[in-house]
């Protein structure tokens, strides 16, 4: 049966990096809100999140239902996958340690977020805007180079070589560090000047994502819906300044 | 082999979270910087996460030692504990939905630091009074009602009945609710009055948390750091408000 994922429909979010996943592993999946007919489109998740009979009910998108199971959160359901994607090491232990990754990049994509939205998730941009330039400066100036630099670290240290964030295979958490630059580079141009040679090996990931081919196929086609300032990564020249 | 768990000194923090389930459980572990002599202290820490030799090298604190493994970020600490600790469902497909309510109250308290720092946590609280009292308005507002509303609903809606959070046993979830409530009421103690009305599930999963032997003890002993203004839960008036 397919993997059915459900998310906000007309943004990358958080959706994003579970579609990374199974675009990789070339996943049959149901992008459910997508999609139109009996439960398809946003109805059908807002009646999943809104059920009074459901005994597991997820507090927010993204969910991935697999059967009768509903796994909410990215992380939760990158670990869930990573193994039948064949995008997690078969050590059991390690899985662990790849989630821990994978939990810090959702610590940094939670800060993305802030960036514009620094007060109140419920008011508009325009209504925190100065707030909003405060917090784009310190995470300019301390919190990315504290995550990338942190990355670039873990990739440098890796025993089996700097090509992978974990081990010596491509795992679901270098498909994330991908979606991270690249959101970087379209939320943050100025800041992002010239990453490439203060992050060589992530940025070599990044490459390396990007070029192979089930990667390159999906970023071409149209299930890859462009980045906008509706998702977590938005482009306010306001907010952006040279690092 | 006592657990290892590396923590910041002198607070409760993210890894009160993994303290409660280890004291439930009764297990034998070492909060290595509440310790002195070798290999603990906070230098035995920082040099773990300093380490140029480590191969899987955490980002923050709390970690999690279990043997050579080092297992980083409060929900996934949990998540390879809770079998080890009885803390969890046998079946597995439940232990992510167990893991997925986790990640929502590592949410919950990413927004409950974010009340006292909304712009930087490189900054004082006193460089961002008026943009966290701007923040902790909304939290109290929309925020609390929303997550605390979400786990009533999910007490309500357990098959198994109102009790737990999952199922009919006790999980680490339901430590980590009890300890929210806690923090919340410490913290906003004016927006928190009459709580137990409004969240009357939440209130006796609460209670009967804290009445538990091992749990009751540990709360009466000095294991038990106290609340203070260092923490993820700070009490500044000024930020409290009735809701």
């Known amino acids: 049966m397919a993997f059915e994922l459900y998310y906000w429909n007309g943004i990358q979010g958080r959706g994003e990096f579970v579609r990374l996943a199974l675009e990789e592993a070339g996943a049959v999946y149901i992008d459910v809100t997508r ?10 998740m807002m009646r999943l999140m809104r059920s009074s009979s459901e005994s597991h009910i997820p507090f927010a998108p ?27 090491p078969k050590d059991e232990g390690l899985r662990y340690v790849l989630n821990g990754l994978q939990l810090t990049i959702t610590d940094f994509v939670a800060e993305v977020h802030d960036t514009h939205h620094p007060i109140a998730t419920s008011l508009y941009y325009e209504d925190q805007k100065e707030e909003a330039k405060a917090r784009s400066a310190e995470f300019i100036r301390e919190r990315v180079p504290k995550f990338l630099g942190y990355f670039e670290r873990v990739l440098q240290q890796n ?10 295979a491509l795992t679901y958490a270098d498909l994330s560090l991908f979606q ?6 379209y939320a ?8 490439e040679e203060k992050y060589p090996a992530l940025s070599a990931l990044h490459d390396a994502v990007a070029a192979r081919p089930n990667i ?28």
């Open 35 to 44: 999609e139109s007919g009996p439960g398809r489109g946003t109805g059908a």
């Open 62 to 88: 993204p969910l991935l239902k697999d059967g009768e199971l509903i796994i909410s959160h990215v992380a939760n359901i990158l670990f869930y996958l990573g193994p039948k994607l064949n995008l997690a």
């Open 159 to 168: 025993p089996k070589g700097a090509k992978h964030i974990l081990g010596d």
């Open 180 to 185: 991270i630059i690249e959101g970087l580079n």
């Open 188 to 195: 943050f141009p100025k800041a992002m000047d010239g990453y």
């Open 216 to 243: 390159a196929g999906y970023l071409k086609s149209e299930r890859r819906i462009p980045f906008n300032e509706d998702g977590i990564f938005r482009y306010y020249p306001e907010l952006d300044r040279a690092a």
